[in-house]
């Protein structure tokens, strides 16, 4: 029996710009479960970004209602939702928005910084298992400006993955990578997903849209199709 | 091609025209208050207006290493004189005080009595007649005078046949032989010259005179080198004149540097912060053209990618600065030259009679070599941040949307060390400021101990010759004070030789019962003469004992009243009343000793602050009758009509006694400490201004740093980050730059304030305190300049911030 981790009711995301009204979110409703490996794509503009965002409590929808774990998260604080961030998601961008100031290691340590249940050899010993899944140990000393574009996004990938979050958000992980860099982190999130994270990717490669269990489409602000992916056998349709 | 960049950069300017008044505002703020200052200092020490003025010096003494510009014993004046090499054309000179009769009456006019010689060291003839011829210097040669430009017109109207008249000076009679040009006041306020007729054989060491000296420095000698000379002559005479040279040694100044005096650490604090105040404007200014290229970045980076090469691109970008600085320069040099015209009008008031004649502020060749000096340094400086700011940017990440993870460690470091920049400049602007403000404020609210409203006061001088005898004194100053009490509309007559509030002559006095092995041990004291009467009148409040009376009138009668301040410090925890001191200066031969009859709250006399606590003592004018005294009338009627009852009482006695420097108590007093309250206005002027430019300077840096970092934080709230982590970060970054410019900026402001604050009477207490509240201020500015930017960051939503340009 699958359960289920996010639920979104109706989600409505309009911005507001010098009196123009833009509908970037009209009438979502989704359920991810724990496990699934979820892509959402479509052209550019179409609003994946933004629900991503949403869904990453990054920002706050105009209207609707979400759940994470079953918990309403639809009007709670700011210091909750920075909470609920620390502990239960993990981001991956694609400017891999690491702190140049910060070495990798420091990078990777930073959402556990933020937390107070963690002792410090905790924290040392998870970002080292951390830098050991994404196969990075070697350069825990190093400065993102010392590491190539690769290197760089799979330290995103440790950090988001460090603190055990209940899912991770890739938004279009790969989006700056050459082929074979994209191909290694995309492997990386396979390795991931078979641990069994929940991975919720952005793309608008079908590449990398391949490797999900399930396929969302968006256009206009509107999930048009959300389909199984045949080639995985895992899938357990939400929808259904 | 520059008129293309030029018009581009008008262009940006015309865009944004509240950047652009601002930036104007900030530079002219910085370069019209820098270019003020060193104009003020180098009008106030200029070379004289002579042929060859820059090498005129005066020779002076020094004791215990002070060098005040402290008159010269006559006997040490001439042994150096003889043995000094590269010195020339010397001479000697006094400075005093004269009645001069006229067709207006008596007045009293500045003299200079000099050796012969003055007039060609100067290169300057008169404009009718001669000047003195060497006979003319022996003691017993005929009074001659030479007079100025002022008293031949005013006094004779400019009659060309002034010469070899009589001029009635302090009661004797000077044959005119010469009138000197317009202007001429050599060698600082002279309106009139006599010849100074000393001679050191005729007088004991221990009996000397005093005088200034004046030379030529030879071509090719430097000051250093005679000074070293001097040094060495002054220490064989102590040598052999330990009594009366103990510790005296002579040196050589400008003329312009000997109306400073000590006050020269005040005058290079002050550059110091002029200069700051230039760098502070410039930083600011710098820090907003740097935050237009970081907002530029893109175009920037699109240039590039056309082929503009980096000099192309810099110059540009100096465009900019160049308009900017030039502009406000223009505006501050406006107020320049404004501000040196009021100047001219305030620093007239510090004197009572005329001011330095070198004293001319206006705008000159060198405030308009200051100026460009000035304006070229701002367009290096501003135009250089933008431009290194781009020098080592990635362009092609620039192109790249979206790839700038965070606020780059260049930039980073960039905005830290301006940060700090402003904190260590601003703290040593303030504390100076403040310092000067603090003694200027102590100056001006210390209790002088007396009531000065309702008080007109001018000063009454005696001529030696026709007073010669203490009774003959005593009996002119009783009949005035009886004659003017006896006026209609005056209340209260008191004389005294000076008033509290004024400055006193100083005397040294043993007190019975102490040993006594030399001078130096000996106490210190003001040395007052008053008419019976004079204490209570002026509201000095009788504490013990008595007031004088009549009884204590006649030069047999030995009183004196002192101030509780003296009887703290020599008789702590007893009565003073009934006790004897005596002056062992004036009277060394056989000073008598004078009983305490009275003791009244402490006055001050003078301004300066180290001397303040000093305790006065009090005699009856009649037992030390004084040639110049100070008459303070209580009236109700106006300035105009006492001076008139005054004149006419003074004429009625004495037809040749003038009575000048006639003005109320309060602008007496008010006077004292001018210097220091114009000086301490005009540092709180570049204090306000370093406290605006800090504070929005350090405000435009931090606020741009957080701006530049908004993605930074985008990042840190999507890791989990809660707002009071992300407060708490900067804040704590802040407060690291805080302390990275506030521990040398504090060591440095309290180091200059220490200098200028021996000067002005401010304690180390009170400029710890000051620089304290100092660091207090800028850190609310640092924290507020963090909390109220990153505030302003944490109302995007985390994924706004995450794709913040």
Redesign the interface.
Same mark, same amino acid.
């Given at each position: 029996m699958s359960t289920t981790l996010i639920k979104l009711e109706n989600i409505e995301k309009v911005f507001y710009t010098e009196e123009v009204e833009t509908h970037a979110l009209s009438n979502i409703s989704l359920t991810i479960n724990k496990g699934e490996y979820v892509s959402i794509s479509g052209p550019s503009g179409c609003g994946k970004s933004?629900l991503l965002?949403l869904l990453?409590l990054?920002?706050?929808s105009t209207g609707g209602k979400y759940q994470l774990a079953e918990h309403d998260v639809s009007g709670i604080s700011?210091?909750e939702r920075?909470?609920i961030?620390?502990?239960e998601i993990g981001?991956i961008?694609?400017?891999?928005? +690491?702190?140049?100031?910060l070495s990798v290691e420091e990078n990777i340590d930073?959402?556990l910084s933020?937390?107070n249940d963690l002792s410090k050899e905790q924290r040392v010993k998870m970002v080292k298992d951390s830098l050991e899944k994404v196969n990075m140990s070697h350069r825990a000393k190093h400065f993102?400006?010392q590491l190539s574009g690769g290197q760089q996004q799979r330290v995103a990938v440790a950090?988001a993955i460090v603190?055990n979050p209940s899912i991770i958000l890739a938004d279009e992980p790969t989006g700056?990578l050459d082929s074979e860099n994209a191909a290694a982190v995309m492997q990386l999130l396979d390795v991931l997903h078979a641990e069994g994270a929940t991975i919720c990717m952005v793309t608008h490669d079908p590449r990398s849209a391949e490797r999900a269990d399930r396929n969302i489409d968006i256009l206009d602000g509107q999930i048009i199709s959300d389909q199984s992916n045949p080639a995985h056998k895992n899938f357990d349709a939400a929808t259904a | 091609m520059i008129m293309q960049d030029f018009k581009y950069a008008i262009r940006l300017l015309a865009k944004k025209p509240g950047f652009t008044i601002l930036t104007t505002l900030v530079m002219a703020t910085g370069i019209g208050l820098s270019v003020y200052l060193f104009s003020f200092f180098n009008m106030l020490f200029a070379d004289l207006p002579f042929k060859d003025g820059e090498s005129i010096v005066i020779i002076a003494a020094s004791e215990n290493g002070a060098t005040n510009f402290d008159r010269l014993s006559i006997h040490d004046y001439f042994e150096i004189r003889n043995n000094v090499k590269g010195l020339s054309q010397f001479g000697a000179y006094s400075e005093e005080s004269v009645n001069v009769i006229g067709r207006e009456g008596a007045r009293k006019y500045n003299a200079s009595y000099t050796e012969p010689g003055m007039f060609e060291l100067t290169h300057t003839v008169p404009v009718l007649g001669r000047t003195f011829a060497t006979k003319e210097d022996k003691v017993g040669a005929e009074n001659v005078v030479i007079v100025g430009f002022d008293i031949w017109k005013n006094q004779y109207g400019g009659d060309s046949e002034i010469l070899d008249q009589i001029l009635q000076i302090s009661g004797e009679s000077y044959r005119i032989i010469g009138v000197m040009p317009e202007g001429y006041s050599f060698p600082r306020r002279a309106e009139l010259w006599l010849p100074l007729r000393k001679d050191a054989k005729q007088l004991s060491r221990d009996n000397t005179e005093y005088i200034r000296g004046f030379a030529r420095l030879d071509e090719g000698v430097s000051k250093q080198e005679i000074n070293q000379q001097l040094s060495v002559i002054m220490q064989r005479i102590e040598q052999k004149y330990p009594k009366t040279n103990h510790r005296k040694s002579a040196y050589i100044g400008s003329m312009s540097m000997s109306s400073v005096g000590s006050g020269i650490a005040v005058v290079y604090s002050m550059q110091v912060v002029a200069i700051l105040i230039l760098v502070l404007a410039s930083i600011n200014v710098g820090n907003l053209l740097l935050s237009r290229a970081v907002e530029r970045s893109k175009e920037t980076a699109i240039r590039v990618a056309l082929g503009a090469p980096r000099a192309r691109l810099i110059s540009q970008m100096l465009w900019e600065s160049i308009i900017i600085c030039t502009m406000g320069g223009i505006i501050g040099f406006l107020m320049v030259a404004w501000g040196l015209e009021i100047t001219q009008g305030i620093t007239a008031g510090f004197f009572p009679g005329k001011m330095p004649f070198w004293w001319v502020f206006s705008i000159d060749a060198f405030n308009i070599k200051l100026f460009i000096a000035f304006v070229i340094s701002t367009i290096i400086v501003t135009g250089l941040l933008p431009a290194w700011k781009n020098s080592g940017e990635n362009f092609n990440d620039a192109l790249k949307d979206?790839?700038?993870?965070? +606020?780059?460690?260049k930039s980073?470091r960039l905005n830290k060390v301006l940060v700090i920049s402003e904190i260590l400049i601003s703290l040593v602007v303030l504390i100076c400021a403040s310092v000067m403000v603090l003694s200027s404020y102590n100056r001006t609210h210390a209790d002088i101990g007396a009531e000065t409203q309702g008080i007109i006061v001018a000063d009454v001088a005696l001529s030696d010759a026709r007073y010669d005898l203490a009774s003959k004194k005593s009996e002119f100053i009783n009949t005035l004070q009886s004659r003017l009490e006896n006026s209609t509309g005056i209340s209260d007559v008191m004389i005294s030789s000076t008033l509290p509030g004024l400055f006193a002559r100083t005397n040294k006095l043993e007190i019975e019962g102490k040993e006594y092995h030399d001078n130096k041990g000996k106490h210190e004291a003001n040395a007052i003469v008053i008419t019976p009467g004079t204490l209570g009148k002026l509201g000095v409040e009788l504490q013990q004992g008595r007031y004088f009376n009549n009884s204590d009138n006649g030069d047999d009668k030995r009183s004196v009243i002192v101030t509780e301040s003296f009887v703290s410090q020599h008789f702590p925890k007893q009565s003073a009343l009934g006790k004897r001191l005596r002056f062992t200066e004036n009277d060394q031969q056989n000073p008598s000793w004078l009983t305490i009859v009275g003791i009244v709250e402490h006055t001050r006399q003078g301004d300066n602050p180290t001397r303040s606590k000093l305790p006065s003592v009090f005699r009856p004018y009649a037992q030390d009758p004084r040639v110049q005294v100070t008459v303070a009338m209580k009236s109700a009627l106006d300035k105009t009509s006492v001076t008139k009852i005054l004149r006419d009482t003074l004429r009625s006695i004495d037809s040749q006694l003038p009575a000048f420097r006639i003005e109320t108590y309060t602008q007496s007093v008010y006077r004292v400490s001018a210097s220091v309250r114009f000086i301490s206005s005009v540092l709180l002027i570049f204090g306000i201004a370093a406290v605006v430019l800090a504070g929005s300077g350090i405000y435009g840096v931090m606020s741009n740093t957080i701006s530049q970092r908004t993605?930074?934080i985008?990042?840190?709230?999507? +890791?989990?980050?809660?707002?009071?982590?992300i407060i708490n970060e900067l804040l704590i970054a802040g407060v690291k730059q805080l302390l990275w410019g506030g521990i040398p900026g504090t060591i440095l402001g309290g180091a200059l304030g220490f200098a200028m604050g021996t000067v002005m009477g401010v304690g180390i207490n009170e400029i710890v305190i000051l620089s304290l509240t100092t660091v207090i201020i800028l850190g609310t500015i640092v924290i507020l300049a963090t909390y109220l930017p990153a505030k302003k960051a944490l109302q995007l939503?985390?994924?706004?911030a995450?794709h913040y340009e």
């Open positions: 933004t965002s990453g990054l920002d706050t700011k210091t920075a909470r961030r620390n502990k981001f961008f694609q400017s891999f928005n +690491l702190i140049s100031d930073l959402p933020y937390r993102p400006s950090r603190g700056n | 979206g790839t700038r993870g965070a +606020l780059s460690k980073g993605q930074e985008g990042i840190k709230r999507a +890791l989990g980050a809660d707002e009071k982590h939503e985390p994924s706004e995450l």
